[in-house]
């Protein structure tokens, strides 16, 4: 009798050794459509890591796919999620070079941080600065290496050079405020909200401009002396392409990273590009190759985290909005599809 309850027990903790907690949905829609449910854990493959996720936080993406507009690329989890904090679970073949069990570690996934686990390529883990919490490491990965991509890799922006960050209290607007400091670039902001501007302004921005109640074309152009922005971090689209050619510099970069208006326009958008010998360029994280993942992880891991730990002249800092228990993560989403945050929204998971 004792050895027969004895195997149940260890066939339970088979059974549950191999599931896991991950928000899903159904059916495409609301948050209200979200849900915490029990799902087989990952199973690695060559080269990944299983990391144990601690905290995971909410992106733009994540509501387009929750509404069934942005599936996950191929290959990647179904799961919500584009980052994850936590602590490493254990190494698939070929990833046991650099981790080792325990390490604590924030990874940059294409899907799947909405879980309890998560397997993640090892070149896209980033090792948690010490004393930092897990969430304010989860606030780090998809934020912070967009906003890092698209000044550097894609921008390629200098010293001395103005930067407009549209979205500037957004997740990735607050990473891109101090990325610039830290580039001795000038960053400036467009926001909806004056307590969004003194935000974006104790952050680092030179100038915030209320995009709802300001013509910031005109406005960008006073602050500078009529030069204009030599890069414009442009994720909203539409409603701001006319007042994005006023105020682009002569030779200056325009680079669209998302559509939050739509990004459907009536216009004389070329010839106005044209006359300024303006560059206009497309850039997506997620779709991007793993290779092309690893390198600017490494690039980031080198140059930028370094500061994330306080004690230099430019110290750099995760914002955290708010932080929710995975099941509450509807409540989460409504925060973001209200624009009501400022920076991250962070999911606690249950460990
Ligand atoms: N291409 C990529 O690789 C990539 C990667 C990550 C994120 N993204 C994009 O980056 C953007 C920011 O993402 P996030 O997660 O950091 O966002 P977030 O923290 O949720 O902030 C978004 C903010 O944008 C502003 N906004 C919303 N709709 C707007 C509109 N129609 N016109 C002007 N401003 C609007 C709102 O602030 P206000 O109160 O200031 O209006 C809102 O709070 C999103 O478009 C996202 O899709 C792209």
Redesign the pocket.
């Known amino acids: 009798m004792f050895s027969f309850i004895g195997s149940i027990r260890a066939m339970r903790g088979h059974h549950t050794q191999w599931k896991m907690l991950a928000a899903f949905f159904d059916t495409p829609g609301g948050p209200e459509n979200l849900y915490v449910k029990e799902v087989p854990r990952p199973i690695l493959k060559e080269g990944e890591v299983l990391v144990q996720v601690h905290a995971s936080a909410l992106?733009?993406?994540d509501l387009l796919q929750r509404r069934g507009m942005y599936a996950p690329p191929p290959g990647a989890s179904e799961i919500l999620g584009l980052e994850a904090a936590g602590t490493v679970a254990a190494l698939g073949p070929g990833a046991n070079e650099r981790w080792k069990v325990g390490d604590r570690v924030m990874a940059l996934i294409a899907g799947g941080g909405n879980a309890q686990y998560v397997a993640v390529p090892a070149q896209q883990l980033i090792p948690i600065p010490p004393g930092m919490s897990d969430t304010d490491a989860a606030a780090i990965p998809?934020?912070w290496l967009?906003a890092f991509q698209l000044l550097h890799f894609v921008g390629k922006v200098q010293k001395g050079e103005t930067v407009l960050i549209?979205?500037g209290?957004?997740?990735?607007?607050t990473a891109a405020i101090q990325l610039c400091r830290l580039a001795e670039a000038v960053p400036m902001v467009t926001?909806?909200?004056s307590e969004?501007i003194d935000i974006a302004k104790k952050l680092g921005a030179a100038a915030g401009f209320n995009?709802k109640e300001e013509d910031f074309g005109k406005k960008c152009l006073e602050a500078t002396n009529n030069v204009g922005a030599d890069i414009i971090l442009d994720?909203?689209g539409a409603?701001h392409w006319q007042k994005n050619l006023q105020c682009l510099n002569f030779d200056g970069r325009w680079v669209v990273?998302?559509l939050?208006?739509s990004g459907e326009i009536n216009g004389d958008l070329l010839a106005k590009l044209l006359w300024k010998r303006g560059s206009l360029i497309g850039?997506?994280?997620?779709s991007r190759s793993s290779k092309y993942k690893a390198e600017l992880v490494k690039a980031f891991t080198e140059q930028a985290l370094p500061h994330f730990a306080s004690g230099g002249p430019i110290h750099l800092q995760p914002i955290v909005d708010s932080v929710y228990p995975l099941e509450k993560i509807a409540d989460a989403h409504q925060r973001?599809e209200d624009?009501k945050?400022t920076g991250k929204i962070v999911l606690q998971i249950p460990v």
Do not use: D, F, I, P
């Open positions: 992106n733009r993406a998809e934020a967009t549209h979205a209290a957004s997740g990735v607007g926001v909806g909200s969004k995009y994720c909203v409603t990273y998302g939050m208006s850039s997506l994280l997620r973001m624009n945050n």
